[in-house]
């Protein structure tokens, strides 16, 4: 138990409980660097930001394009650099670029060993990590890579799902890893490898717990009694870890077995947890609670998200509810406490959103850009823009006024627009 039961008998138990940290995020980055998957906090919301409160009748103004190899791996910013993980032939390519005109910067390359699943993509799917002076990037085959954020030079790489069996699932690894309390963690998925800590300075095992199987949903790290620790979806379970002992508790089940997939990372706030997917597994609002948490509710008619994280913003969660391959999916604003739908975007199809300045950065997989304010009174939408027609699978990033998206598959490219003020 995490915590003494006569604190949670006195009340005070919730004193104790729960910020959500700034995880994997190095003391010495700016505000408004996007460092990892869905930014600073891991759930979509951009520091400092100051959006502009309408478009360019021909969009907005874009800063740079360059071309980038296979992949739906979203990019991570850390001060005047872009983080690009791709697949260019054979190699696996962790590459900065300059953030100010695209200009490449330094390239990594790694044998790419993926082979393929249902999607014919074989890039990497993971965004990758910057943490202080290092980036790390885990392949589509399992493969962790550790590169010097100033030069690009390799510090380590560990062949994760080779020494631990870990399952590629239907497209791959791509469930991004973490650095919470001085270690490294990875949903690798394999026999008593469910999850590994690593040494961030050096690749080495710390340690290895559970038969968790792997998911595509990225962890987020939480606060608990002054401690860190990592909320986990893996494939069928929400389970909370503690970097420095190895601990790993199931706080509840949440998957389903079959072709399915959890993929969107779990949401921390005010108290709640919220847990989201499609096929059948629906969605959970609960407290969050590292001993017993308590279902607000539940179900499959709310927000059930086939990939895309949702964002909240005051007590509201905006999201995608359906499903890409189905061709079923819409935009929605739910009220947190209690799941009630507040207003829905019927036909929006599968989005990436983003919070900034009390609007939402909006990127459909089709390429459509949207700019609405996040209020649960209506879709009040500000601003829309095709990008181009290419598939926009991969998450968007936003840092210094940039929004920066991927499109294409097996190969496309990076688009840089000024969005901020």
Not at 168 to 180: C, R
Request: hydrophobic content about 45%; proline content about 5%.
């Amino acid at each position: 138990m995490i915590f003494p039961t006569q604190l949670w008998k006195s009340g005070l138990f919730g004193m104790f409980l729960l910020t959500v940290l700034l995880a994997g995020v190095p003391a010495d980055l700016a505000a408004g660097d996007w460092p990892q998957i869905l930014g600073p906090h891991r759930n979509g919301s951009a520091d400092g930001e100051k959006l502009l409160d309408a478009w360019p009748a021909g969009g907005p103004n874009q800063l740079w394009s360059a071309q980038v190899g296979s992949g739906y791996a979203g990019v991570a910013v850390a001060g005047d650099r872009v983080l690009v993980f791709h697949r260019v032939g054979d190699q696996e390519r962790l590459e900065a670029l300059d953030a100010a005109s695209g200009r490449s910067l330094w390239k990594a390359d790694f044998e790419a060993l993926y082979r393929g699943g249902i999607d014919a993509d074989k890039g990497p799917r993971c965004v990758p990590l910057v943490h202080r002076d290092t980036v790390y990037a885990l392949g589509a085959a399992g493969d962790l890579y550790a590169v010097a954020f100033d030069s690009g030079k390799e510090l380590w790489t560990r062949s994760l799902f080779a020494d631990y069996r870990g399952d590629e699932g239907y497209f791959g690894a791509g469930s991004a890893p973490i650095i919470v309390g001085q270690r490294l963690l990875v949903n690798v998925g394999g026999p008593a490898a469910g999850i590994v800590a690593l040494d961030p300075a050096t690749g080495k095992t710390q340690w290895q717990s559970t038969d968790e199987g792997a998911s595509y949903a990225a962890p987020t790290a939480v606060t608990i009694g002054n401690k860190p620790h990592a909320l986990f979806v893996t494939r069928y379970n929400c389970v909370l870890a503690d970097p420095a002992s190895g601990k790993v508790t199931t706080l509840m089940p949440f998957g389903k077995r079959g072709p399915t997939v959890n993929a969107a990372t779990p949401l921390v706030f005010d108290g709640k947890m919220f847990l989201t997917a499609s096929y059948g597994v629906g969605a959970v609002a609960a407290t969050f609670d590292p001993v017993k948490p308590k279902v607000l509710w539940s179900g499959d008619d709310t927000l059930s998200s086939q990939y895309a994280t949702p964002v909240q913003h005051d007590g509201f969660i905006y999201g995608i509810h359906g499903r890409e391959d189905i061709g079923v999916a819409e935009l929605r604003c739910v009220e947190a406490a209690t799941g009630k739908v507040r207003w829905k975007q019927p036909g929006y199809g599968v989005a990436h959103l983003i919070l900034a300045d009390g609007k939402l950065l909006i990127v459909g997989v089709g390429g459509r850009l949207a700019l609405a304010r996040a209020t649960p009174d209506k879709y009040d939408e500000l601003a829309t823009f095709d990008l181009d027609q290419s598939v926009a699978r991969a998450l968007p990033a936003l840092a210094g006024g940039r929004l920066i998206v991927r499109t294409g598959s097996g190969g496309g490219r990076l688009h840089a627009l000024r969005v901020g003020k």
